[in-house]
Nanobody, 125 residues
Framework: QVQLVESGGGLVQPGGSLRISCKLSGFILHYYALAWFRQAPGKEREGVSCVTKGEAYEYYSDSVKGRFTMSDDLPNNTVYLEMNNLKPEDTAIYYC??????????????????WGQGTQVTVSS
């Protein structure tokens, strides 16, 4: 059974840093495209960062490029999103997602079949 469980969200001040995690079970990370999405109140879900199957390609949205870094710990089946220089507009629920069929561009939420429940990140002073 495929499961994705996010953790590590919380409240952080502007300019601060936070690392959120996604523990995956039921499949092998290397054979799946993996992504982080976020959704702020009243807004559509936005692709933040992703890697395609086998980590062939990596993508970041323009809004987070240079501030966020996606990484993984394959032996522990965990994916991370390191977020630096956080801004109030980064406030959202962050979701991790996985899919076995995405070989190229991977920032479209409709392309992903497996999702976590989300973790809240709030950037505020």
């Amino acid at each position: 059974q495929v499961q994705l469980v996010e953790s590590g969200g919380g409240l952080v001040q502007p300019g601060g840093s936070l690392r959120i995690s996604c523990k995956l079970s039921g499949f092998i990370l290397h054979y799946y495209a993996l992504a982080w999405f976020r959704q702020a109140p009243g807004k559509e879900r936005e692709g933040v960062s992703c890697v395609t199957k086998g980590e062939a390609y990596e993508y970041y949205s323009d809004s987070v490029k240079g501030r966020f870094t996606m990484s993984d710990d394959l032996p522990n089946n965990t994916v991370y999103l390191e977020m630096n220089n956080l801004k109030p507009e980064d406030t959202a629920i962050y979701y991790c997602a996985a899919d076995p069929y995405i070989d190229y561009f991977c920032l479209k939420s409709d392309d992903f079949d497996y999702w976590g429940q989300g973790t809240q990140v709030t950037v505020s002073s």
